[in-house]
T-cell receptor, first 113, second 110 residues
Framework: EAQVTQNPRYLITVTGKKLTVTCSQN?????MSWYRQDPGLGLRQIYY???????DKGDVPEGYKVSRKEKRNFPLILESPSPNQTSLYFC????????????FGSGTRLTVV | DAKTTQPNSMESNEEEPVHLPCNHS???????IHWYRQLPSQGPEYVIH???SNVNNRMASLAIAEDRKSSTLILHRATLRDAAVYYC???????????FGEGTQLTVNP
């Protein structure tokens, strides 16, 4: 089944403890991105990647890192999480941005205390 | 990015067709029109997209105005599972992001 898989689905952590949210897709998509969703603010893009070793900032990149060493994986790294990063996170992938639809993962609900 | 305007909410009855409008008067010639929906506690789900011509797939139809300044997502027979927030988004071929607006909350009555 074609899908974007995120792990974990739920995570509670403490301020300052580094964490990684994994994202993997099995559709050979070139384009991958991360979004966060907050009440009243909607979905906002954090980082995106147009191919292996090619990443760029989205609208709200502060406090996050990403890497794209393999085509299928695009992990989101929080080096020193803070409570304002408590949010619902989604990973998405697409074969070719505008001309193809995006597939989203099921989400990761992160709570930083 | 060109903006879209959608009604905040719409209501429909089960088994009836639903027409969800979207205005995008500043659309450029290279912008694709994408529609996504998001059910509670789930990730956004791709519904349909098009450029100039009307499009049909197993989920819905997309009717695009001749001047491309508006479009309509058509659910032919609404079911309770279609209750969701529907987002209309413009995306360039070379665009780097889906910019989500507030969308339309669709309520489907039994």
């Amino acid at each position: 089944e074609a899908q974007v898989t995120q792990n974990p689905r739920y995570l509670i952590t403490v301020t300052g403890k580094k964490l990684t949210v994994t994202c993997s897709q099995n559709m050979n998509h070139e384009y991958m991105s991360w979004y966060r969703q907050d009440p009243g603010l909607g979905l906002r893009q954090i980082y995106y990647s147009m191919n292996v070793e090619v990443t760029d900032k989205g609208d709200v990149p502060e406090g996050y890192k990403v890497s794209r060493k393999e085509k299928r994986n695009f992990p989101l790294i929080l080096e020193s999480p803070s409570p304002n990063q408590t949010s619902l996170y989604f990973c998405a992938s697409s074969f070719n941005r505008g001309t193809h639809g995006y597939t989203f993962g099921s989400g990761t609900r992160l709570t930083v205390v | 990015d060109a903006k879209t305007t959608q009604p905040n909410s719409m209501e429909s009855n089960e088994e009836e067709p639903v027409h969800l409008p979207c205005n995008h008067s500043t659309i450029s010639g290279t912008d694709y029109i994408h529609w996504y929906r998001q059910l509670p506690s789930q990730g956004p789900e791709y519904v349909i997209h098009g450029l100039t011509s009307n499009v049909n797939n197993r989920m819905a139809s997309l009717a695009i105005a001749e001047d491309r300044k508006s479009s309509t997502l058509i659910l032919h027979r609404a079911t309770l599972r279609d209750a969701a927030v529907y987002y209309c988004i413009l995306l360039e071929t070379s665009g780097s992001r889906l910019t989500f607006g507030e969308g339309t909350q669709l309520t489907v009555n039994p």
